[in-house]
């Protein structure tokens, strides 16, 4: 009597995290996120962990989050993960002001992001 179990969202040989709300611009993540595209986890955690941009920590957090789901709810093997898509979207826009001369109002926008991480399991050759 119960409902069907959701199909999965990625590949039995795949897992995903989810980061919503990053507050940065989706252009300055997107440069981190390029930053890891392709590579195994373990070269990527290290670009990330010796990164100087401030949204590389959120990224390598969203990262770890998706390893641990590889290994926990898909039974992975974390060896032998790579990164297959980090792809960024946008997300809500907070408008604020500030006021200028002569009575004008300059507009500051604080926009946010969101990233989604996918690691595929590949097997290595000889």
């Known amino acids: 009597m119960s409902k069907d179990k959701n199909p999965r969202r990625v590949a039995d040989n795949e897992a995903m995290a989810k980061t919503r ?14 930053m ?3 590579k195994s986890v373990d070269k990527a955690l ?3 962990t010796f990164s100087k941009k401030r ?3 959120d990224v390598k957090k969203c990262l770890q989050s ?3 789901n590889a290994e926990n709810n898909h039974n992975l093997d974390v060896d032998e993960l790579v990164v297959a898509e980090a792809y960024v979207g946008k997300n809500l826009t907070m408008k604020r002001g500030r006021p200028r001369a002569r009575g ?3 507009k500051i926008i ?5 990233l989604t991480i996918k690691v595929r399991q590949v097997e290595e050759q000889a």
């Open 55 to 57: 949204i590389a920590q």
């Open 66 to 68: 998706a390893i641990a």
């Open 104 to 106: 004008r109002f300059g």
């Open 36 to 38: 890891i595209r392709g």
């Open 46 to 48: 290290t670009d990330l």
């Open 110 to 114: 604080k926009p946010f992001a969101e």
């Open 21 to 34: 709300m990053l507050r940065t611009s989706p252009q300055k993540l997107n440069l981190v996120a390029q």
